[in-house]
Nanobody
Framework: QVQLVESGGGLVQAGGSLRLSCAAS????????IGWFRQAPGKERERVAT????????YFADSVKGRFTITRLNAKNTVYLQMNSLKPEDTAVYYC????????????????????WGQGTQVTVSS
């Protein structure tokens, strides 16, 4: 019943930008931490960015810090991942995920703790 759907992936040249969207249905998803993960072939899943449900805190992996921005619109059950200055090493399948949290400023959940996952959207950055 609860679904997360990613969109916005595609092919972009290095240095370009993409905006990924995560649309949630089946609930309001208030008090859910929303995270973006990515996985490239042969590599482990990586936590890219996380937003607490209060919107007051955000986490970014060192590999994307300064280039990616996460925005949450709770009224529309939508989370965006703005990706700028893309590099070939950003190529991966990107997933959004959600985990319930009692604490509005907590964002340190592991990937195994997330309750819901989208199907992923492919991002390919060409050199």
């Amino acid at each position: 019943q609860v679904q997360l759907v990613e969109s916005g992936g595609g092919l972009v040249q290095a240095g370009g930008s993409l905006r990924l969207s995560c649309a949630a249905s089946g609930g309001t998803f208030s008090r859910y931490v929303i995270g973006w993960f990515r996985q490239a072939p042969g590599k482990e899943r990586e936590r890219v960015a996380t937003m607490s449900w209060s919107g007051g805190r955000a986490y970014f992996a060192d590999s994307v810090k300064g280039r990616f921005t996460i925005t949450r619109l709770n009224a529309k059950n939508t989370v965006y991942l703005q990706m700028n200055s893309l590099k070939p090493e950003d190529t991966a399948v990107y997933y959004c995920a959600a985990v319930f949290s009692y604490y509005g400023d907590r964002l340190d959940y592991t990937g195994l703790e997330y309750d819901y996952w989208g199907q992923g959207t492919q991002v390919t950055v060409s050199s």
